[in-house]
């Protein structure tokens, strides 16, 4: 049964023998939730970049560019945060390759003439543009996405996003930093963050098996990076 916002409270406190304390707040121990939350997604996406995977439809503006948050999707709890883009295409028969704007600063300029160059595009600023640069363009982005953190949901009864069996793991993370903020629990933090470690590798091979080509380490696949 999935754990809701106020179950992993109760569950860290009970990691840290605090039940009953008012030494840690609940806003504070929320707040090291939602971090310990926000990391293990990325690290759960990294490892299979297609487990929360979603492809968004996004028009470009006058300039040839669409913004960042137009990746992002739902709302409140239902909240579908953008983690990376995976993939760019027209959805037809185009693929966009990604660069980055030292590779191609002429682009926009009216100096270089890029219609010649395969399909690119770039991360500037909170935008995205593709070249050639072209206005009203339909795409279709494929990307990763984390779920609303523990920390953003709205009530304590809200359900928190993350894999059945693993959800100790959030709690072992959250109790460890908060005993490690006392300095008289260092050892006791110690060994719950020593949990958590076991917890995330086990959360990992779950993670990783999903996929024939699991990604604990990775490079760009770009010849000019690894001097082929």
Request: zero cysteines; a negative charge.
């Given at each position: 049964?999935?754990?809701?916002?106020?179950?992993?409270?109760?569950?860290?406190?009970?990691?840290?023998?605090?039940?009953?304390?008012?030494?840690?707040?609940?806003?504070?121990?929320?707040?090291?939730?939602?971090?310990?939350?926000?990391?293990?997604?990325?690290?759960?996406?990294?490892?299979?970049?297609?487990?929360?995977?979603?492809?968004?439809?996004?028009?470009?503006?006058?300039?040839?560019?669409?913004?960042?948050?137009?990746?992002?999707?739902?709302?409140?709890?239902?909240?579908?945060?953008?983690?990376?883009?995976?993939?760019?295409?027209?959805?037809?028969?185009?693929?966009?390759?990604?660069?980055?704007?030292?590779?191609?600063?002429?682009?926009?300029?009216?100096?270089?003439?890029?219609?010649?160059?395969?399909?690119?595009?770039?991360?500037?600023?909170?935008?995205?543009?593709?070249?050639?640069?072209?206005?009203?363009?339909?795409?279709?982005?494929?990307?990763?996405?984390?779920?609303?953190?523990?920390?953003?949901?709205?009530?304590?009864?809200?359900?928190?996003?993350?894999?059945?069996?693993?959800?100790?793991?959030l709690t072992l993370v959250a109790a460890g930093m908060a005993l490690a903020k006392g300095g008289a629990?260092?050892?006791?933090?110690?060994?719950?963050?020593?949990?958590?470690?076991?917890?995330?590798?086990?959360?990992?091979?779950?993670?990783?098996?999903?996929?024939?080509?699991?990604?604990?380490?990775?490079?760009?696949?770009?010849?000019?990076?690894?001097?082929?």
């Open positions: 049964m999935a754990w809701t916002k106020a179950t992993y409270l109760a569950r860290t406190r009970d990691w840290m023998d605090a039940t009953a304390s008012d030494r840690w707040t609940d806003a504070f121990l929320y707040s090291l939730l939602g971090m310990a939350f926000r990391d293990e997604w990325q690290g759960m996406l990294g490892t299979n970049p297609y487990y929360r995977f979603a492809k968004r439809a996004v028009t470009t503006d006058s300039n040839g560019a669409f913004l960042l948050t137009d990746l992002n999707a739902g709302g409140g709890d239902a909240q579908q945060n953008l983690f990376k883009i995976v993939t760019l295409t027209d959805g037809a028969n185009t693929v966009y390759r990604e660069t980055d704007w030292r590779q191609v600063p002429l682009a926009l300029s009216g100096t270089e003439d890029y219609l010649s160059y395969d399909r690119q595009y770039y991360l500037i600023g909170e935008s995205v543009q593709i070249l050639p640069q072209t206005s009203g363009q339909s795409l279709q982005v494929g990307v990763n996405w984390t779920p609303t953190p523990i920390d953003e949901l709205s009530n304590d009864l809200a359900v928190v996003d993350f894999p059945a069996g693993h959800e100790h793991l629990e260092t050892q006791s933090a110690a060994d719950i963050l020593q949990l958590a470690k076991q917890r995330r590798e086990a959360l990992y091979g779950d993670i990783s098996r999903l996929t024939s080509n699991p990604t604990f380490m990775q490079f760009p696949d770009h010849s000019s990076v690894w001097g082929g």
